[in-house]
């Protein structure tokens, strides 16, 4: 990414003069294009991004790619782009809606996203049919999950979630990842938005962080019902969440999961769960998983294979938290947390 860093300044700093006041009015869409130049690289790496050129005043600004993950800020300007797992041809575009002519939208250009040097490009389903977990330079695994919550099955939908931690040194978007879990009858795939795409004027905690997917480095997203705050006693679960914790949800559905027992399950009905990059149906690629469940590139073939003592057997209102977040998904590498402790890790 050094290689572009001065691109991505001059950039940042032609446009900075712009917002200053130049007067210079809005020419052809030619004079405004997206940096740097040379847009190549790896899986999973990220590259920030830049318009160069003259926007309209008081544009509307929205950043999209057709695979890997984009995040900005207003005005939006500037964005950091995180490549896709596999190697391939991304198309970013740049939308500005604005009511001064001269400016034709969309702006678009391509991003080369090539294999790894001396690195497995991470495999999927449809090119060896065996998934791979932990692909290369993507750092979010499933640290916690709330798997035997408290009270009957009336409360249970508000009390569950899910922990992510980023092992990495690198922010990481998880925005468009699937959750799902395996038991005798799978619960419906949940893809991971952030908290505020569902609840934009409900906070389910002072201090956490609720309008982004982007897990820093090192640090905790718990993903939680979007109707957490709307638990009633006497077994609604106020979570203590540390501060600055990224709480994320899903796209649909009020409760994790949509079979009977949700997301994870309760006592004896232990399900595995997998964190993926596909769809509701397919599994491109395994990022994570809790259980060592049986995977294929098919959803809902997800199991527990019943060899081992995984998913934990908790005692109720107890959560499994992953000892070493370098370890791997193994009985020895997972404990009891009772009563849970969303966002926080001794890592």
């Given at each position: 990414?050094?290689?572009?860093?001065?691109?991505?300044?001059?950039?940042?700093?032609?446009?900075?003069?712009?917002?200053?006041?130049?007067?210079?009015?809005?020419?052809?869409?030619?004079?405004?294009?997206?940096?740097?130049?040379?847009?190549?690289?790896?899986?999973?790496?990220?590259?920030?991004?830049?318009?160069?050129?003259?926007?309209?005043?008081?544009?509307?600004?929205?950043?999209?790619?057709?695979?890997?993950?984009?995040?900005?800020?207003?005005?939006?300007?500037?964005?950091?782009?995180?490549?896709?797992?596999?190697?391939?041809?991304?198309?970013?575009?740049?939308?500005?809606?604005?009511?001064?002519?001269?400016?034709?939208?969309?702006?678009?250009?391509?991003?080369?996203?090539?294999?790894?040097?001396?690195?497995?490009?991470?495999?999927?389903?449809?090119?060896?049919?065996?998934?791979?977990?932990?692909?290369?330079?993507?750092t979010v695994i499933i640290s916690e999950v709330m798997a035997y919550p408290c009270g009957s099955m009336d409360f249970k939908k508000w009390n569950q979630y899910v922990e992510l931690y980023n092992n990495g040194d690198q922010p990481m978007d998880v925005r468009g990842l699937w959750l799902v879990d395996g038991g005798d009858l799978p619960g419906t795939p949940d893809m991971i938005v952030a908290w505020a795409d569902r609840q934009p004027r409900l906070s389910p905690a002072d201090n956490t962080v609720t309008n982004t997917t982007v897990i820093q480095p090192h640090s905790f997203a718990v993903v939680l019902s979007p109707i957490y705050t709307e638990g009633e006693n006497p077994y609604h679960m106020p979570y203590q969440f540390p501060a600055g914790t990224v709480i994320l949800t899903i796209a649909s559905s009020d409760s994790l999961g949509d079979d009977y027992f949700g997301m994870i399950g309760d006592g004896d009905s232990r399900d595995p769960l997998a964190l993926y990059m596909g769809s509701a149906s397919i599994m491109d690629t395994v990022i994570s998983t809790y259980g060592t469940p049986t995977l294929s590139s098919y959803v809902h073939e997800i199991h527990d294979n019943r060899l081992d003592n995984i998913p934990l057997d908790l005692h109720a209102c107890g959560s499994a938290e992953r000892s070493d977040p370098n370890g791997k998904d193994t009985f020895e590498n997972w404990h009891e947390v009772p009563g849970g402790s969303p966002g926080d890790a001794p890592y």
């Open positions: 990414m050094h290689r572009n860093l001065s691109a991505f300044i001059s950039a940042t700093l032609c446009l900075s003069v712009w917002l200053a006041g130049c007067s210079t009015p809005a020419t052809a869409s030619s004079l405004v294009k997206i940096l740097p130049d040379n847009c190549e690289l790896k899986p999973g790496e990220q590259m920030p991004l830049a318009l160069d050129g003259i926007i309209p005043p008081n544009a509307s600004i929205q950043w999209e790619v057709s695979d890997g993950s984009i995040v900005f800020t207003p005005p939006g300007l500037n964005a950091l782009f995180t490549a896709p797992l596999s190697p391939t041809i991304v198309t970013v575009s740049v939308s500005i809606a604005s009511g001064t002519p001269g400016v034709n939208v969309p702006i678009t250009r391509q991003c080369k996203v090539m294999p790894a040097n001396n690195a497995a490009v991470p495999a999927t389903a449809s090119d060896t049919g065996i998934l791979q977990t932990h692909p290369t330079g993507f």
